[in-house]
């Protein structure tokens, strides 16, 4: 597993550290765990594909424990979580926001999480487009106040509904770094197709989308470790 950093400039009054949590499709904790008790992030933001089956993922809770005794975790879920509504009381009784086109304070930044376009009991494939999202949220999201960050799965999501909008930053997962890395691009993500755009980088300096902490494709990883990241975001300097 990889730890990556990337530092983004916003309007806010001191620094924040967001660690990115993604894809973990209930994989073992442990590593990230320990990679999380370390660096002690002010937020942890979860963006989906946690678990597939919280009955079949005994980690999970204990883990959203662990998360939301070290730092104000948000979790959005992405287009594999199953759950039942006792299953969602039994995450937020983990101490985790659960946001699901909804969005609250944290940390004095204006956090959103943006529902998966595919329903629950649909499973997602892949398939080269994804269902679209709840745009009139996104909308009214964008229209708040502070600095806004969106907890979105899929990356897909953001050059067709998100760029244009008033959204500082949009956190993202799902595309598990394109499975195969030639240097920066990734060979073929869900919802993107071959060759997709946004599988595992910073992107004009409003999108972040991690690479995953689990292979769950019938062939494996290659250049393409997984990754844990953590986003750095920086007052903007009044002076300049």
């Known amino acids: 597993m990889q730890l990556t950093h990337?530092?983004?400039s916003?309007?806010?009054?001191?620094?924040?550290?967001?660690?990115?949590?993604?894809?973990?499709?209930?994989?073992?904790?442990?590593?990230?765990?320990?990679?999380?008790?370390?660096?002690?992030?002010?937020?942890?933001?979860?963006?989906?594909?946690l678990f597939d089956r919280l009955d079949d993922s005994p980690d999970t809770l204990p883990f959203?424990?662990?998360?939301?005794?070290?730092?104000?975790?948000?979790?959005?879920?992405?287009?594999?979580?199953r759950t039942t509504p006792a299953q969602d009381d039994q995450i937020r009784a983990c101490g985790v926001t659960l946001l699901q086109n909804e969005w609250t304070t944290v940390c004095g930044l204006t956090v959103g999480g943006l529902a998966s376009g595919f329903v629950h009991g649909v499973r997602q494939g892949h398939f080269?487009?994804?269902?679209?999202?709840?745009?009139?949220?996104?909308?009214?999201?964008?229209?708040?106040?502070?600095?806004?960050?969106?907890?979105?799965?899929?990356?897909?999501?953001?050059?067709?509904?998100?760029?244009?909008?008033?959204?500082?930053?949009?956190?993202?997962?799902?595309?598990h770094g394109g499975q195969w890395r030639l240097g920066k691009r990734g060979v073929f993500a869900p919802g993107q197709g071959f060759f997709?755009?946004?599988?595992?980088?910073?992107?004009?300096?409003?999108?972040?989308?991690?690479?995953g902490l689990s292979n769950t494709a019938p062939f494996p990883r290659f250049g393409n470790p997984t990754e844990l990241v953590f986003v750095h975001l920086q007052p903007l300097d009044n002076d300049t």
């Open 196 to 211: 997709p755009r946004h599988t595992g980088d910073l992107y004009e300096g409003r999108l972040v989308v991690s690479r």
């Open 128 to 175: 080269v487009s994804s269902p679209s999202p709840n745009i009139e949220f996104l909308k009214q999201f964008a229209a708040q106040d502070g600095f806004k960050l969106l907890l979105c799965h899929h990356p897909e999501y953001y050059s067709a509904y998100i760029r244009d909008l008033s959204i500082d930053l949009t956190l993202a997962g799902h595309a």
């Open 64 to 81: 959203l424990q662990a998360c939301a005794a070290l730092a104000p975790t948000i979790y959005t879920y992405g287009n594999h979580e």
């Open 10 to 49: 916003a309007g806010i009054s001191a620094p924040l550290a967001v660690a990115h949590v993604s894809d973990l499709h209930g994989r073992p904790t442990r590593l990230v765990s320990a990679a999380l008790q370390k660096a002690e992030p002010d937020i942890i933001a979860i963006t989906g594909d």
């Open 6 to 8: 990337y530092t983004v």
